[in-house]
Nanobody, 125 residues
Framework: VQLQASGGGLVQAGGSLRLSCAAS????????IGWFRQAPGKEREGVGC????????YFADSVKGRFTISRDNAKNTVYLQMNRLKPEDTAVYSC???????????????????WGEGTLVTVSS
């Protein structure tokens, strides 16, 4: 199982970025997907998640109202849309996956089975 996050880069505060989480060798539609981030010198933080079929989502308070998560099953990709970015959003963002048959998505690291390489997001002030 291979996951790859992409789409990171440098953006000014107030700007937007869309991160993608793509998979090879398995169908993301059957997996709950979580997004996590880790800033230099800080603990890993859960950003948000989306359930199978996208019926449920969760967002950390720090990003609620600014970030959204969506799925495009035809492209086997999950997106993290980040708007009104702040310098404190600077971090390496990673996507995670776990197969599920319900409409739950977990907010904690240990609830996921598969991880991919992260992508760096830098927000300048």
């Amino acid at each position: 199982v291979q996951l790859q996050a992409s789409g990171g880069g440098l953006v000014q505060a107030g700007g937007s970025l869309r991160l993608s989480c793509a998979a090879s060798e398995f169908t993301l539609a059957y997996y709950a997907i979580g997004w996590f981030r880790q800033a230099p010198g800080k603990e890993r933080e859960g950003v948000g998640c989306i359930s199978v079929e996208g019926s449920s989502t969760y967002f950390a308070d720090s990003v609620k109202g600014r970030f959204t998560i969506s799925r495009d099953n035809a492209k086997n990709t999950v997106y993290l849309q980040m708007n009104r970015l702040k310098p404190e959003d600077t971090a390496v963002y990673s996507c995670t996956a776990v197969p599920r048959e319900d409409y739950y998505c977990g907010r904690y690291y240990h609830e996921y089975d598969y991880w991919g390489e992260g992508t760096l997001v830098t927000v300048s002030s």
